[in-house]
């Protein structure tokens, strides 16, 4: 099984080459987010013509958006944060899948570090938590937590942490709210399989040449519950998605778990 999360920022944008790399890779099930579309524009039926099942919410704004493409039919489907569904689902999904659970989640980037999204944001990660600690067991279930965390937990997710320390993306307060995220039973799948430095998923428009100067950051993650995690058995960023013409500036991020194709 092969699963992926991809900020796509814009979906409408990236449909070209997201078909392609569904084309090519065929994965199981690839996590979006930032698709920036509202309901009604959301490119349902060009990809259910190529064969996927598809689960979205965003927003009239056309800000934000999460959706869930899946080879198969999933399960169980739901939307945001169970206490207040309406206001959070276009962040959240949460969905049944073949015997395994899946929280697709683009959590708030938090603007700056003395800004109410920054508080907002630290929020999100902390009802992430309660979410998964009222309704799952780390040593039963299968779960895996993807998306753009917003989160670069270390010194080797960032190109040069000393120079952005602290960063909204890059801070104590962060690091201790993901560190909780793991200590609850999620493990880093990403760098079970890629231990090594200067491996990015998101790579500034800003920033000229940014990809060839590997002038990155690892804030798109795939985190898993150990009865998962210990399956898994490759990941891969795909960097030549972010250098394509009129790219995302994340690349995909995906991970082969062995119980099943």
């Known amino acids: 099984m092969l ?21 090519h890779h065929r994965p199981d099930v690839v996590a979006l987010q930032e ?6 524009s959301f ?9 996927w ?9 056309g800000r934000n958006g999460v959706a869930v493409i899946t080879k198969h ?9 169970p206490e207040d ?21 683009y959590v708030p980037q938090g603007k700056s570090l003395d800004a109410p999204e920054f508080q907002f944001k630290l929020s999100w990660l902390r009802r992430l938590l309660d979410f998964f600690d009222r309704r799952f067991s780390p040593q039963e279930t299968k779960l895996l937590l993807t998306g753009d965390l917003n989160v670069a937990p270390t010194e080797e997710d960032v ?19 993901f ?44 985190l898993a519950t150990p009865p998962l995690a210990e399956i898994s058995s490759d990941c891969f960023v795909d960097t030549a998605m972010r250098i394509k013409e009129k790219p995302s500036d994340h690349a995909p991020v995906a991970a082969r778990f062995e119980d099943f194709s």
């Open 3 to 23: 699963i992926a999360t991809f900020n796509c920022n814009s979906i409408r944008k990236r449909m070209q080459i997201f078909r392609e790399w569904l084309g």
């Open 35 to 40: 698709t920036k579309v509202s309901d009604s």
């Open 43 to 51: 490119p349902e039926k060009e990809l259910e013509e190529d064969g």
């Open 53 to 61: 099942h598809t689960v979205f919410a965003g927003e009239e704004t």
């Open 73 to 81: 039919e999933p399960d169980d489907v739901s939307f945001g944060f």
């Open 85 to 105: 569904p309406e206001n959070t689902r276009s962040r959240l999904i949460h969905l049944s899948y073949r015997g395994h659970e899946i929280v697709n989640t």
């Open 159 to 177: 190109h040069d942490s000393r120079k952005v320390w602290p960063h909204v993306c890059h801070c104590r307060g962060v690091i201790d709210e």
């Open 179 to 222: 560190h909780k995220l793991t200590e609850w039973g999620l493990r880093d799948v990403f760098r079970k399989h890629i231990p090594q430095s200067g491996v990015y998923t998101f790579w500034d428009y800003r920033v000229k040449n940014a990809v060839d100067r590997k002038l990155g950051w690892r804030v798109d993650h795939l």
